[in-house]
């Protein structure tokens, strides 16, 4: 079964920035024709959507990170990647990629377009 693997959480400092990576475990699972997103999660709250790319190359953002984050895709290495710069607290969250495994050429942050998910890494911002 194909599985989502993430990277790049951890502890960051308020105004810094850390860039999240996720890959697909099979090789043949290619990411350039379908759509991923990243989702975060904070503790005592619901999953939200950050921010997708679609199997277009559209972009999608939420209205609480335009401008500081950038999502973005290696085709070659079949990687996403989601840069997050001026971090704040707010920003805390265990976040998740997630794959569409269908052809789209726009992308939505609603859970349910997207069949597989990884298992969450968590990015701490705090002094």
């Known amino acids: 079964q194909m599985q989502l693997v993430e990277s790049g959480g951890g502890l960051v400092q308020p105004g810094g920035s850390a860039r999240l990576s996720c890959a697909a475990s099979?090789?043949?699972?290619?990411?350039?024709?379908?759509?991923q997103a990243w989702f975060r999660q904070a503790p005592g709250k619901e999953r939200e959507g950050v921010a997708c790319i679609s199997s277009y190359s559209f972009t999608n953002y939420a209205e609480s990170v335009k401008g500081r984050f950038t999502v973005s895709r290696d085709n070659l290495k079949n990687t996403i990647f989601l840069q997050m710069n001026n971090l704040s607290p707010e920003d805390t969250a265990v976040y998740y990629c997630?794959?569409?495994?269908?052809?789209?050429?726009?992308?939505?942050?609603?859970?349910?377009?997207?069949?597989?998910w990884g298992q969450g890494t968590q990015v701490t911002v705090a002094s």
């Open positions: 997630a794959v569409d495994p269908g052809f789209s050429s726009t992308c939505e942050l609603v859970t349910n377009e997207y069949s597989y």
């Open positions: 099979d090789s043949e699972f290619t990411f350039n024709h379908r759509s």
